[in-house]
């Protein structure tokens, strides 16, 4: 069964930092493009970051450049979202979702993030509140 979970996610004051864990298990993700998406209370899902194993390629929002950074780890399995500098506009659900890559299906990263989604395996989230 494909599943992934997603962890790190909590209170943290305005300036902080979190890291996020997204752990896959009943695949590798050795082929796949792995985006973290979030979702604000009353707004519309949106892309955060994304990493794709099949080029290595990452794409990030603009809101978030330059504090938040994707990394994947292959022996575990997990994809890392690190988050500095956070806002009280960053407060969110924070999912991660999964899309195989090939030559005939690849997509790129900025296209995912650009989209807020178009991946078929995601995870059920984790909350982040960014308040004093």
């Given at each position: 069964?494909?599943?992934l ?29 792995i985006?973290?998406?979030?979702q ?20 990030y929002?603009?809101?978030v ?7 994947v ?8 979202l ?7 506009e ?20 900025s ?9 078929d ?12």
């Open positions: 069964q494909l599943q979970v997603e962890s790190g996610g909590g209170l943290v004051q305005p300036g902080g930092s979190l890291r996020l864990s997204c752990l896959a298990s009943g695949f590798s993700l050795d082929s796949y493009a985006g973290w998406f979030r604000a209370p009353g707004k519309e899902r949106e892309g955060v970051s994304c990493i794709n194993n099949y080029d290595g390629s990452t794409a929002a603009d809101s450049k330059g504090r938040f950074t994707i990394s780890d292959n022996a575990k399995n997990t994809v890392y690190e988050m500095n500098s956070l806002n009280p960053d407060t969110a659900v924070y999912s991660c979702a999964a899309e195989w890559q090939s030559p005939r299906t690849y997509y790129s990263c296209g995912y993030v650009r989209r807020g989604g178009g991946m395996y995601w995870g059920k989230g984790t909350l982040v509140t960014v308040s004093s």
